[in-house]
């Protein structure tokens, strides 16, 4: 009996070796690529010290009816509400993987009858058995019983922890993906309201010009009946009055369609949107302080969702390399059962208990194993180029911006003086056509050259404005830090934060 023992030690050894060896095998990889992207010290022409993104959007738009808007739209988007259901489910993740390394107990009762023929074995038994002396088992036999039956994996490689881990790192990325989705909704609100105040201020300067130009066409008649100019020329005249009056309808049609298109985002049927259009011209946004390139890491909300998915890749590699290794697990169970009811009680001669441990390893027939911590390596590595990627793509972002705003800055400058210089030009043109001193072409382009560059001049100022917001957006504003959640976890480290969700655990 000894030998046989030690022959079963020793093929066990042999057995887990193999194993090892096994394990050592496949989990030998190549060297990750590097997570860390190296960004620039500075931004290119940067502007202040502090970071605009740490002011909320309360503060940084100034338009009430604005603000109203963002506000409706953060309570009623469709979008929104069902990204928050989809946070609940991954609470609901982290709920079941912080409970998977825990010990489970389970407890039940049982009660029922068994009627054993008599020319059985157990028949036989039970005839020739005395429960006490003069009395037999009953018949038919019942069973009445309650135990508490316990059941643990220990986790001793880490596996159910690391799984946990990851769940409340991707917990945080559904977080981080809801203020993402926020930073977006308040910039397109803020686009598109703007939007809208510049189609009511080129549907002023095109009513206004088709009042000078109807006017210039009454005088071009008056022109005709002297015998001053043809025909032709009040055609000319007349048609472009009528380009404009159906360019009119174009510009309200564009209005209707930026009117629902806010009302989708605020989350309600088409109705007028409340706006201040007048003063557009002079309209000034707040400035925008840039920061560092690195704040981005930290202040935008995708940025940090790579970041958190990264890291729970990394968990996920860890756990799936664990499954190589051997399992322990321990089962117990206590309890008290009877044939009577009256005996179950009766301790400890109905008392049942039991305890068992397992050790368990995968041996052969890994390939399972072995593709799941390769394709758990390959998201990993995926997952660092994402994280990469979406730095790149911020820090380019947040450039584009801030040379929009600049450049932009320069042509509406130009632009306003352009604008100056045709207005002067139409009155010019008319008064040299009635003195007969230039030709009715030269006044009808005049004011042609006039309106589109006021047109133009409306629509770079859209743009600048526009410009103001998409930086203020590259940078991580629009959603509100204060308020709780993953907002408050953006100046942690990821450690940092995983530790204080599961409680130290």
Do not use: H
Request: charged share 20%; net charge positive; with cysteine.
């Amino acid at each position: 009996m000894k030998n046989l023992k030690n022959k079963l030690l020793a093929f066990n050894f042999i057995c887990l070796s193999f194993m090892v060896q096994g394990c050592s095998s496949v989990l030998r990889r190549g060297p990750l690529p590097s997570s860390d992207p190296p960004l620039p010290p500075n931004f290119p022409d940067a502007a202040g010290k502090n970071n605009s993104a740490m002011i909320g959007w309360k503060e940084y738009f100034k338009d009430s009816n604005l603000k109203a808007l963002i506000g409706t739209a953060l309570e009623n988007n469709q979008e929104l509400n069902i990204l928050i259901q989809e946070i609940e489910a991954a609470k609901a993740d982290v709920r079941r993987t912080k409970g998977a390394y825990l010990p489970f107990v389970t407890a039940g009762g049982t009660a029922g009858l068994d009627k054993t023929g008599r020319f059985t074995r157990e028949g036989a038994l039970e005839a020739n058995t005395q429960v006490k002396p003069g009395q037999e088992f009953p018949d038919p036999m019942g069973n009445f019983g309650f135990a508490a039956d316990f059941d643990w994996e220990v986790d001793i490689w880490r596996k159910l922890r690391n799984e946990r881990d990851a769940a409340i790192l991707r917990y945080l990325g559904t977080q981080e993906g809801r203020n993402f989705m926020i930073t977006n909704i308040v910039s397109e609100i803020a686009q598109s309201y703007y939007e809208l105040i510049a189609f009511d201020n080129q549907l002023v300067i095109l009513k206004r010009t088709i009042e000078i130009q109807q006017s210039a066409l009454e005088a071009v008649r008056l022109q005709k009946a002297n015998a001053r100019v043809t025909e032709l020329a009040v055609r000319r005249f007349e048609a472009e009055v009528l380009k404009n009056q159906s360019r009119l309808f174009k510009i309200q049609q564009q209005i209707t369609v930026t009117e629902n298109k806010i009302n989708y985002l605020v989350g309600r049927y088409p109705q007028p949107i409340k706006r201040q259009s007048e003063g557009f011209d002079k309209l000034a946004m707040t400035p925008i302080n840039t920061g560092l390139p690195v704040q981005l890491l930290r202040n935008r909300p995708d940025v940090r969702k790579a970041e958190l998915e990264l890291a729970a890749t990394g968990l996920d590699v860890k756990a799936a390399a664990a499954k190589f290794y051997p399992s322990l697990s321990l089962a117990g169970a206590l309890g008290i059962q009877s044939f009577t009811f009256d005996t179950a009680f009766i301790i400890p001669s109905s008392l049942i208990y039991g305890a068992a441990a397992n050790v368990m390893a995968p041996l052969i027939n890994r390939s399972a194993i072995k593709a799941n911590f390769l394709g758990a390596s390959a998201r990993q590595i995926g997952a660092i180029y994402t994280y990469q990627q979406t730095v790149l793509k911020a820090y380019i972002e947040t450039v584009n911006q801030l040379a929009q705003i600049k450049n932009y800055g320069k042509s509406y400058a130009l632009k306003t003086q352009q604008v100056a210089a045709l207005s002067d030009s139409i009155t010019i043109a008319g008064q040299l056509f009635f003195n007969a001193r230039a030709d009715y072409t030269e006044v009808l382009f005049t004011q042609r050259d006039a309106l589109e560059a006021k047109i133009d001049l409306v629509e770079l100022k859209q743009e600048q404005i526009n410009a103001y917001v998409k930086a203020y957006k590259a940078l991580g504003g629009g959603y509100n830090r204060a308020a709780g959640g993953s907002g408050n976890t953006t100046k942690m480290s990821v450690p940092k934060i995983v530790g204080q969700l599961r409680g130290g655990n």
